[in-house]
């Protein structure tokens, strides 16, 4: 699952980040509204975190404009404000929920897993391919009732292929969706991870779960 921050205070950005990551998501940062609202209307994501207050565009206009262009990513807005107007326009403008600074960031952390639970987002904590499961609240993964151990990288891999069952995903949209959009990520890099990924899921299984489509990209059946 991929998130992007939009918080011109780096620290506060920097901390979420950090704390996002150590949850398996991949985070992108963006300290100004322009940045941000560039990000936001050309990347897909599963959740924007955007502060209200921000150089260049503020959060409001970039909510505004991202509706505007059906672009439908669940927002969270952060404000340092406490007027209960600001609230009220800041949802008005689109935004799905906000949180008001200083926070703690289970809190953050609960109110970005609520946003992702919402059904207009399609996600859901329990995904299943035939005798595989993947939960990612508790990040358990099994297959036929035996736990996988996965890394953070690879357990983000499984979970995209699984939430798009069936359908075809080539390298550079998992590379675009799994990793940040700063990272130096090879395409051979992703047939490591599918590698190691089958080693763990497939290995000793009678039917084979990852599938290469040659000369597109890979699926879940």
């Known amino acids: ?22 949850e398996s998501y991949a985070v992108d940062v963006a300290y100004n509204g322009d940045d941000g609202y560039d990000l936001a209307s050309t990347e897909e994501y599963d959740t924007i975190i955007l502060d209200l207050m921000l150089p260049g565009l503020d959060g409001i206009k970039i909510t505004e404009n991202l509706r505007k262009e059906k672009i439908h990513t669940p927002i ?4 340092a404000k406490g007027q209960i107007q600001d609230k009220v326009k ?22 970005v897993r609520a946003l992702m639970r919402r059904p207009k987002t399609a996600v859901t904590e ?11 609240k508790t990040f358990e993964v099994k297959r036929g009732g035996k736990s996988i151990e996965l ?3 690879e357990f983000s891999l499984l979970e995209y292929l699984m939430r798009n069952k069936s359908r075809i995903l080539t390298k550079d949209q998992i590379i675009s969706h799994v990793w940040d959009y700063d990272a130096d990520i090879l395409p051979n890099t992703i047939e490591v991870y599918i590698k190691n ?4 899921v497939d290995v000793g299984f ?12 890979y699926k879940i059946e």
């Open 151 to 153: 890394s953070s990288k």
């Open 1 to 22: 699952m991929r998130i992007l921050v939009v918080e011109d205070e780096h620290r506060i950005a920097n901390l979420i980040k950090k704390g996002l990551e150590q």
């Open 126 to 136: 329990n995904l299943v391919a035939s005798d595989l499961t993947l939960n990612s």
């Open 197 to 200: 990924l089958r080693n763990k």
């Open 76 to 79: 969270l807005i952060l404000t």
């Open 90 to 111: 800041g949802l008005d403008s689109g935004a799905d929920d906000y949180l008001t600074k200083p926070f703690s960031f289970e809190e953050l952390l609960a109110r």
């Open 206 to 217: 009678k039917k084979k779960l990852i599938n290469t489509v040659r000369g597109f990209g």
